[in-house]
């Protein structure tokens, strides 16, 4: 009896893994097909892209479930969640005509098809999302219970369903049509850059960044996870991919297993920040912004530079105060000569497209097929059937995991709509801050921070500029400034406590406290919490500004703050800091941080005497630290 049932548990599963890898490849060659021409109306689109997610995300439950009735409860999930999309796509036309006042059974399926969004987010992503739009659900059916402020009126179940899932907004709502029409084939084109084993390439990369330097094998993490994460889009995804080798590297390297966590989690979350690809969320700020998305690529480059220079910094003072030493480890320049086409190209494709104005599932079409091609030229041979099998699953399964959870977004965003909720929330900020901007943002900036906390990307992201960016918005701040002061904040959050989830996956792998990995990530991304006041505060961040004079003074004032803060920071540069470099460093923040925040509030001799003072300044601590250097190396070679 032991045998047989062992027998028919591996017949199982190898059925579970085969339908897995069905699925997953059928999403993947409908979604190909249908960049490449229209197979469906938009509806219908969206619709099958639904049937794929709640089928791949169940049969992914089921495959990793030993236990036979969870395993029968998640079949019948994946069964349910075929009924109700193919119901869906039968009655088009009768659940368009009633919209807001459905039959008994399109409220029983919308009430199945709502289960399913939420307990597919739940196995994908945690609780934390789903307990969020219950809160807003149960918002929607009992506010008019409600007194002052935040009462609507008495809605109908039927109408609520119809609004949330079958009326084809809630769930079928915009944010699952960017989910199939323009994130899927993105993220499926991040995992097929596996095929080409650029992590080598990436690392070696690294190696030559910072061989010479105190700080280089934290450097080596930075370039590698930055450029790894660009592409990705996932923060805890970023750290699986390249901390299993980063880290042990800079353990070896003598850093201390928190810090070795800290620099990986934070290195491979602000990957998503960086054009010209910054992950799936920028997809959805160009349609937030009604912009195109080379815009966004533009206007983010400054901010992301700075905000890498401000983690290099961190990197290298952190390193200097650990008493690392520079590695002088030679990089394997083959390995850096063959990836760097195996990098370029495919990126350059994508980019390229974009830059033109194709479609981002487009673009993501022809990256794809540039992958395919370039990995039969790849170092080591032609990958194996079963490697494009497994890269082409494993992009198909996340791509589906967050669509399901943008439906939960989307549920949030109907009820935010429908109540006027998003409405009485930023009055209620405005309320708090009493008018005063400064104040509004700071509660901005924790509202995105705690609606980011365990939550993905492009979900994090979403929720802040439903939430959130109306508020700062409607306090004069101009909208694209606002989505990026919003955008950085949903990113960073990620290594923000108490819920760091790019910090837990790091510590996992460093084999390091959770809570002290989080607080030295924390630490590592200051530079995150400063560049967004200063993009809504100063146009030339985003290269809005007409004036280029004053655009340049401004980028290398905000250059100074970062360096000398983070200097400051640490308490050290090339060396520890005397009480003078305190004196420099200080005074060099303080009058270039009022140069680049206060630009449009002084008259042009007071920010030019700012931003002289902070400059003079700024070199005095740098030679400071240059005289100190030589002293101490003068004295290491007599003693």
């Known amino acids: 009896m032991k045998l047989g049932r062992s027998f028919m548990d591996k017949g199982f599963d190898r059925t579970i893994r085969i339908a897995v890898y069905v699925v997953a490849l059928a999403m993947v060659a409908y979604h190909m097909l249908s960049a490449y021409g229209i197979l469906l109306g938009s509806i219908e689109h969206q619709t099958v892209h ?33 009924f109700v999309t193919a119901y869906v796509y039968i009655n088009l036309d009768t659940l368009e005509q009633n919209v807001g006042f459905p039959a008994p059974t399109d409220v029983a399926v ?68 960017i989910s199939a029409n323009q994130i899927f084939l993105f993220v499926v084109f991040g995992s097929m850059m596996g095929l080409l084993r650029i992590n080598d390439f990436l690392y070696e990369l690294g190696k030559l960044v910072g061989r010479r330097i105190a700080g280089g094998p934290g450097q080596t993490a930075v370039v590698s996870s930055s450029l790894i994460g660009m592409v990705s889009g996932a923060a805890v995804a970023n750290v699986a991919i390249t901390g299993a080798f980063t880290i042990p590297y800079m353990k070896r390297a003598g850093y201390s297993a928190p810090l070795a966590g800290a620099i990986e989690a934070t290195a491979s979350t602000g990957g998503q920040l960086m054009p010209p690809v910054m992950g799936a969320a920028a997809f959805l700020m160009a349609f937030f912004v009604g912009v195109p998305y080379t815009d966004i690529m533009i206007a983010g480059l400054i901010p992301a530079i700075l905000f ?32 760097i086409p195996m990098f370029v190209i495919p990126v350059g494709v994508l980019t390229g497209l974009l830059l033109f104005r194709f479609s981002p599932s487009y673009a993501a079409f022809w990256a794809i097929c540039t992958v395919i091609v370039l990995s039969f030229f790849r170092s080591g041979g032609r990958p ?40 009485k929330i930023a009055g209620l900020v405005e309320l708090f801050s009493a008018g005063n901007l400064v104040m509004g943002l700071l509660l901005t900036m924790i509202v995105s921070l705690i609606l980011g906390c365990g939550v993905p990307p492009v979900a994090a992201y979403s929720l802040v500029a439903l939430v959130a960016i109306p508020t700062i918005i409607k306090m004069g701040v101009p909208t694209m400034a606002a989505h990026f002061f919003c955008f950085y904040f949903a990113i960073i959050s990620a290594v923000t406590p108490p819920v760091a989830m790019g910090a837990l996956a790091a510590s996992a792998i460093a084999k390091a406290n959770y809570f002290a990995t989080a607080m030295k990530a ?82 042009a001799e007071f920010e030019l005497f700012f931003f002289i003072l902070g400059a003079a300044f700024a070199v005095l601590l740098f030679l400071s630290q240059l005289r100190q250097k030589r002293m101490a190396v003068s004295d290491a070679v007599v003693s």
């Open 384 to 423: 194996k059937a079963a490697e494009y099998l497994e890269f082409l699953t494993e992009g198909a399964v996340v791509g589906a995991q967050i669509g399901v959870s943008l439906c939960i977004v989307g549920l949030i965003s109907q009820t935010l709509i429908t109540t006027g909720l998003g409405g």
């Open 110 to 177: 919308g009430i199945l098809m709502i289960i399913l969004a939420f307990e597919g987010t739940r196995q994908a992503w945690g609780w934390i999302l789903p307990i969020v739009a219950l809160v807003f659900v149960a918002y929607f059916l009992f506010g008019h219970y409600l007194g002052g402020p935040l009462y609507h009126r008495n809605f109908p179940l039927g109408y609520v369903i119809s609004y949330l899932s079958i009326g084809f907004s809630g769930i079928y709502g915009t944010f699952l049509s």
């Open 522 to 603: 924390f630490k590592l991304s200051l530079a995150g919490f400063i560049i967004p006041f200063l993009i809504v505060f100063n146009p030339a961040m985003t290269l809005q500004s007409t004036d280029m004079l004053n655009a340049i003074l401004s980028i290398v004032a905000i250059f100074i703050v970062l360096a000398a803060g983070t200097a400051l920071l640490y308490g050290t540069g090339a060396v520890r800091f005397s009480r003078r470099d305190w004196i420099f460093g200080l005074v060099a923040v303080g009058a270039c941080a009022t140069y680049a925040l206060c630009r449009n509030i002084l008259s």
């Open 308 to 339: 890498y220079v401000g983690v290099m910094l961190s990197v290298q003072f952190a390193s200097t105060a650990a008493g690392i030493k520079a590695p002088r480890e030679m990089p394997n320049w083959s390995v850096i000569a063959r990836g």
């Open 50 to 82: 639904l049937a794929f997610i709640f089928g791949l995300t169940f049969l992914v439950v089921v495959r990793s479930s030993a236990s036979p009735v969870r395993r029968l409860i998640y079949l019948a999930f994946f069964a349910c969640g075929m």
